[in-house]
T-cell receptor, first 112, second 115 residues
Framework: KQEVTQIPAALSVPEGENLVLNCSFT??????LQWFRQDPGKGLTSLLL?????REQTSGRLNASLDKSSGRSTLYIAASQPGDSATYLC???????????FGGGTRLMVKP | DAGVTQSPTHLIKTRGQHVTLRCSPI?????VSWYQQVLGQGPQFIFQ???????GRGNFPDRFSARQFPNYSSELNVNALLLGDSALYLC??????????????FGDGTRLSIL
């Protein structure tokens, strides 16, 4: 059974810092890994999807990396801003391709 | 184009009641999935429907049921509500029934509170 873990559970940083969020998964036979952002009380916004054949994916100030062999992914946020404050979730699909398994999320607060 | 839409946005029920949550997928998407997110945790998979057939079911009791209509919209039904059913219920859609290489698109959810 796939298990996904995110560390740290919460993070508070001053504005302007570069930061790294971590995601680990137990079964390395994944098709892809998706990072989401969730604002309080809201749904999920897809940030990046990394295919299993890719090592990195970039969108603006966000860069996600994937190391299947070690069961890890990182989300790098450059020059953090207060507007980046949210919960960040990673998720992987199962082999049947009909469900996502999510980590518990990292709650990020960027202080002005 | 409209994204995934869910209704209602908020709902308050009492223990033992029944509830129906609704979801309309992105136009052209044929697969709908339901997730339950308890406060402070990641979403947990409940059901996936594709072409009106159940394609996956998570570890939830039989009090939870769902269906998909010919226009690909979906309903999630929960009977005999318990306090522990209080959560944000998320609906996601994708073009086909298989997720690999296809991102899931989520709605804003329905916040269900059980008193």
């Amino acid at each position: 059974k796939q298990e996904v873990t995110q560390i740290p559970a919460a993070l508070s940083v001053p504005e302007g810092e570069n930061l790294v969020l971590n995601c680990s998964f137990t079964d390395s036979a994944i098709y892809n890994l998706q990072w989401f952002r969730q604002d309080p009380g809201k749904g999920l916004t897809s940030l990046l999807l990394i295919q299993s054949s890719q090592r990195e994916q970039t969108s603006g100030r966000l860069n996600a990396s994937l190391d299947k062999s070690s069961g890890r992914s990182t989300l790098y946020i450059a020059a953090s801003q207060p507007g980046d404050s949210a919960t960040y979730l990673c998720a992987v699909p199962n082999n049947a391709g009909n469900m996502l398994t999510f980590g518990g999320g990292t709650r990020l607060m960027v202080k002005p | 184009d409209a994204g995934v839409t869910q209704s209602p946005t908020h709902l308050i029920k009492t223990r033992g009641q029944h509830v129906t949550l609704r979801c309309s997928p992105i136009s052209g998407h044929k697969s709908v999935s339901w997730y339950q997110q308890v406060l402070g945790q990641g979403p947990q998979f409940i059901f996936q429907y594709y072409e009106k057939e159940e394609r996956g079911r998570g570890n939830f009791p039989d009090r939870f049921s769902a269906r998909q209509f010919p226009n690909y919209s979906s309903e999630l039904n929960v009977n005999a509500l318990l306090l522990g059913d209080s959560a944000l219920y998320l609906c996601a859609s994708s073009p086909t029934g298989t997720l690999p290489n296809q991102p899931q698109h989520f709605g804003d959810g329905t916040r269900l509170s059980i008193l």
